[in-house]
């Protein structure tokens, strides 16, 4: 099977994306330098769920369980018990990978709506344990978390902590190109067409799909961790249903099985209530309508592969696309 290859428009979106992340910082304002560090720290969640369901096809809602271990693992840790925060995303990426042991076996036996509805009710499970335990500090939260640092140097400058967010997205990035065009990958798409004659070709199905889980469970509890030493706060509010909702609209948008379309999905969905923050009775009426059109007009998304076509390829005239594929 054809390994994805990096389309012309998503390598020149790619560099666009870059030259924005390295001129950010130089613009001064500590607005723009927030705003995308919250959008690299959600594209990683992102890229996790692009691993799942547009590789593997494994549709989850259940990542903000594990960015809830990420981040409430290091608030208890650090708060409670002093740990060293470097110590303590490693440890809570321990118990995200061992979590997602314990439940991918019987969770990916499931298919189609039913693994749905068995992810969201732990995605579910989570908010209500995090909003009602005192373990967790229920709806107030935890508070207090320490700066990361590195020897001397501390990530409390907003724009360092920028650097480190980015740098993780585009490892997990990397990550994901590297795997996509591996067997791995291979597999995965196997997987997502056809499991039952995946299986008959001497793929081992439930193996694939628990390698696809941990790989996501891991970049979902590091973006967790991240983000709670980035807010210095941990709370409830960080992993409802809304939030759900807003990766998938961040997924979609942006197309599956797409590499700039974490990153994109993300600023669209960070950004735009941003934009029209001015006229908060008509905010969220602005914000689903264009969502709505994107959905509507773009069903892959902006950059998704339907029929190995982005929303960009689909605009050019039909005779250069036919050059283009024939070259």
């Known amino acids: 099977m054809k390994a994805a290859q990096l389309r012309p428009v998503e390598a020149v979106v790619l560099a666009l994306i870059v030259a924005v992340c390295v ?4 613009t001064g304002s500590r607005l723009a330098v927030y705003s995308l560090t919250v959008i690299a720290l959600y594209s990683t969640v992102v890229i996790s769920l692009n691993v799942l369901l547009g590789f593997a096809g494994q549709a989850s809602f259940a ?3 594990f960015m809830a271990i990420g981040g409430y693992g290091v608030a208890i840790l650090t708060t409670r018990y002093g740990f060293n925060p470097w110590l303590a995303i490693g440890a809570a990426l321990i118990v995200s990978l061992l979590l997602a042991l314990a439940i991918g076996r019987p969770l990916l036996r499931l298919r189609g709506h039913y693994l ?3 992810t969201v009710a732990l995605a579910l499970g989570t908010a209500s344990f995090a909003n009602a335990s005192s373990f967790t500090n229920g709806g107030w939260g935890i508070t207090g978390i320490p700066a990361l640092t590195i020897g ?3 990530f409390r400058n907003p724009t360092a902590f920028y650097v480190l967010a980015w740098s993780v997205c585009g490892l997990c990035l990397l990550a994901y190109r590297l795997l996509g065009n591996s067997h791995i990958g291979r597999a995965w798409r ?3 067409t056809r499991q039952d004659i995946s299986a008959t070709l001497g793929i081992e199905v439930n193996h694939y799909k628990m390698v696809a889980l941990l790989i996501a469970a891991a970049m979902a509890s590091v973006a967790g961790s991240l983000y709670a030493c980035f807010a210095r706060f941990v709370g409830p ?4 249903i809304s939030v759900v909702i ?3 609209f961040m997924l979609f948008v942006g197309g599956l099985r797409s590499t700039v379309g974490p990153i994109v999905g993300a600023a669209f969905v960070v950004l735009v209530p941003q934009a029209v923050a ?3 009775r008509y905010q969220n009426i602005v914000f689903f309508v264009l969502l709505l059109l994107v959905i509507l007009i773009w069903p892959a998304g902006l950059f998704g592969r339907m029929r190995d076509r982005g929303v960009l390829e689909s605009l050019l005239p039909e005779r250069l696309l036919r050059r283009r594929e024939a070259a």
């Open 63 to 65: 990542q903000t369980t």
């Open 152 to 154: 001397g140097f501390s």
């Open 23 to 26: 001129a950010t910082p130089l």
């Open 190 to 192: 196997a997987l997502s």
């Open 116 to 118: 749905s509805m068995g």
């Open 278 to 280: 001015g006229s908060e």
């Open 246 to 248: 807003n990766l998938m």
């Open 237 to 240: 509010d960080l992993y409802d």
